[in-house]
């Protein structure tokens, strides 16, 4: 969802591929079976979200969604991009799949991991919620690719941590404000109608 944002509010053009995760046909562009996956015209195929989202805001520089300009500002945009990749998304797993986390099969087990997962996330969330206070977005004061990046993880914690959204208000209007935005708008259609 993250680099379909981030194209959208680019406004270059772009075809988004439904796939299934490791299925055949994502297989033959990304042998590690994992989305998302970009292909340029040209056949070049980069992965992970957090590299195709700074390669994305590096080639359409007029869209100014780097976070900033100089080193200061590309280091926290690294920063918030790592954050995300390794800190809130890496917290998920154990809600997603608990099985991974544990020997036991039984249902006791499993939902003490996805409880710690939900312990994990909210630590993280913390974290942004802090950062947050008095911006409107991560980096400076517009919106960039780190938006972009955040918008799902905030998603999945409204849906899937007790309490929702409700104990990070700057974290919620980060994702209202990203939500409201016509891009975004067009993005979520086309993916909860897939």
């Known amino acids: ?3 379909h944002i981030a194209l959208e509010w680019i406004g270059a053009p772009y075809e988004a591929i439904k796939v299934g995760y490791g299925s055949k046909e994502l297989l033959a ?16 195929i980069l992965t992970q979200a957090g590299a195709i989202l700074d ?15 100089g080193p200061r500002a590309e280091a926290e945009a690294h920063r918030w991009s790592a954050f995300f990749t390794s800190d809130v998304h890496a ?31 909210a630590k993280q969330f913390a974290v942004l919620e802090r950062h947050l206070d008095g911006r409107q ?17 905030i998603r999945w914690a409204g849906k899937l941590l007790p309490g929702g959204l409700s104990p990070y208000p700057n974290v919620q209007g980060l994702h209202d404000r990203i939500a409201a935005d016509p891009g975004v708008r067009t993005v979520l259609a086309r993916e909860t109608s897939n």
């Open 1 to 3: 969802m993250a680099p």
């Open 91 to 121: 917290a998920f797993w154990p809600i997603f799949m608990p099985y991974r986390y544990t020997t036991d099969e039984g249902d006791a087990a499993r939902q003490a991991v996805v409880e710690a997962g939900h312990k994990l996330v």
């Open 55 to 69: 390669y994305l805001a590096r080639k359409h520089p007029e869209a100014a969604l780097g976070g900033g300009d």
């Open 137 to 153: 977005y991560i980096l400076e004061d517009r919106r960039s690719v780190i938006d972009a990046y955040a918008f799902p993880m």
């Open 29 to 44: 562009v990304n042998p590690a079976g994992a989305v998302p996956t970009l292909r340029e015209d040209d056949g070049w």
